[in-house]
């Protein structure tokens, strides 16, 4: 029996907020697109919610808010319950947390961060008119792409799935926007602890100072942030001592109004004129939207930001023959996270022992700090020796291998890098070849990113991982070597 999902192939899985739910990257086998798909047990109490959301935000007509595409009943089979999907269009591009985290948390200039808060109030206000709110806006669920236009996620359905920070939605969503024109304009987040963490590094995104009971005003952060700036932030945000003399914004409308006089006077074309700003703040590697999803998830911080596979392999995924849906059983989701046995340098084309032959994969790429890669210390990590080139002297790379004890389904590979991201290749084997080519590709990841998360778009079986680096970046304290370090690595199998 057909089910009205056999025209989708599910490439990701994105986040999972709770049991009844999920978050997928998806290809429309039909249409020839990439996809995001959001899926709820039918019985969920939620269900009636989600369909008017979907409904609801459908009616928008704003290129600024992604589009939802289409809204799927899944009949109940014998191995799962009966779903909702909603099908919602997929666009290339960036995070606001992915950009900030590019730029190290480093504020943007004041033009650049009105122009973008413009544009999402702008695109709320018009959903506000007709009462339509958003109900859970993060820096995750605003993405500029690479053609430096601003989209927003979620609308609606994110504060039904993932729920809502305050039952007043309104009020939330003007909350919301002095909350980004705050983590913008300081380059730390006021938003609760379980948006701005993830569970490999809860620390990561550095979150804004309290004064008591309440957060610190923007010119406490940052001392240029100009005086009505600084104003409308605190008229907005709930957490915010309201400035002498002022009222409370009330609205979405009054937000705009206010942002849009001082838009006036700071520079109205500062996106159009520099657009091409977000695209060299070390984001180069195209990611999905769907990413984006994932900042907003639940008050259980499941939430995970993710880091795409590169160009090359979402080409590849797209690209490749289309094969049969696999199933929306929630029971396959990605939970786990697997012990290691044990991990290794990997250096086959080394020479140790100065014999003028390559030693396989015995050779000691300072393999007594490898067990510093899995060791779970922020302070400890392997690193590789010191090149004068980036091929590791013509080596043609350096890596370590993963014991992980017996075969698993790997879901995904999740490297910390200890200074500068390094191009990665991550392959799964069950015994360990010597050539790094012979091994199942899993997934590659270009240079430029401290942290990445691997994954591929079809179920990996291996006992040993292999992350292969083929270039390696020059190094923080000696500019003209060439060196990488790694400093924690997580792999998560299949359920």
Known sequence: ????????????????????????????????????????????????????AARSSAMIEDRRLIRVLDVIEVPATQTQPALIAVI??????????????????????????VGI??????????????????????????????????RIVGMS?????????????????????????????????????????????????????RHGDYLASASDVRAD??????????????????????????????????????????????IARDSNVFISWGLRAVIGLAIVAGIGISVVAYRQLFVGTGTEQRQAAVAATPTPSPSFSLSTLPAQILPITSIISFDPFGDDNGDGNTDGISGRERDALAKNAVDASKTTSWKSAKYNSADADGKGGVGLVLDLGSPQSIASI?????????????????????????????????????????????????????????????????PDKHQVRVSNVIVRGQQ
């Open 157 to 209: 359905i994110d504060a039904v799935l993932l729920g809502a920070p305050h039952e007043d939605l309104i009020r939330s969503d003007v909350d919301a926007l002095g909350g980004l024109l705050y983590f913008l304009l300081t380059g730390k987040s006021p938003f609760f602890a379980t948006t701005v963490s993830t569970p490999d590094d809860p620390d990561e995104i550095p979150a804004a100072p």
């Open 117 to 150: 808060v413009w544009e999402v109030a702008q695109a709320l206000h018009r959903a506000h008119e007709l009462r339509i709110r958003h109900g859970r806006l993060m820096p995750t669920s605003v993405v500029m792409t690479d053609a430096a236009e601003v």
């Open 88 to 113: 919602n269009e997929w666009v290339q591009g960036h995070t606001l947390a992915q950009i900030m985290e590019s730029r190290q948390w480093q504020p943007l200039d004041v033009d650049q961060a």
């Open 414 to 478: 999740t490297v910390k890098f200890g200074e500068v991201g390094a191009p990665i290749r991550a392959s799964v084997a069950n015994t360990m070849a010597a050539n790094p080519d012979q091994w199942t590709n899993v997934a590659n990841a270009p240079a430029g990113k401290n942290r990445v998360t691997l994954r591929s778009p079809r179920v990996v079986t291996g006992q040993y991982v292999l992350l292969w680096f083929p270039k390696l970046p020059p190094s923080v304290q000696n």
């Open 225 to 270: 942030v100009p005086g009505p700036l600084d104003v409308l932030i605190g008229r907005s945000m709930i957490e915010m001592k309201r400035p002498r003399g002022t009222a409370k914004i009330r609205n979405v409308d009054e937000f705009l109004t206010e942002l849009t006089k001082i838009r006036d006077h700071v520079d109205p074309v500062a």
């Open 1 to 52: 029996m057909s089910s009205p999902l056999d025209r989708y192939r599910l490439i990701e899985h994105l986040i999972v907020p709770d049991q009844s739910s999920a978050y997928w990257r998806g290809y429309d086998l039909t249409l020839d697109r990439e996809v995001l798909i959001r899926t709820l047990v039918a019985a969920d109490p939620r269900a009636a919610a989600l369909r008017e």
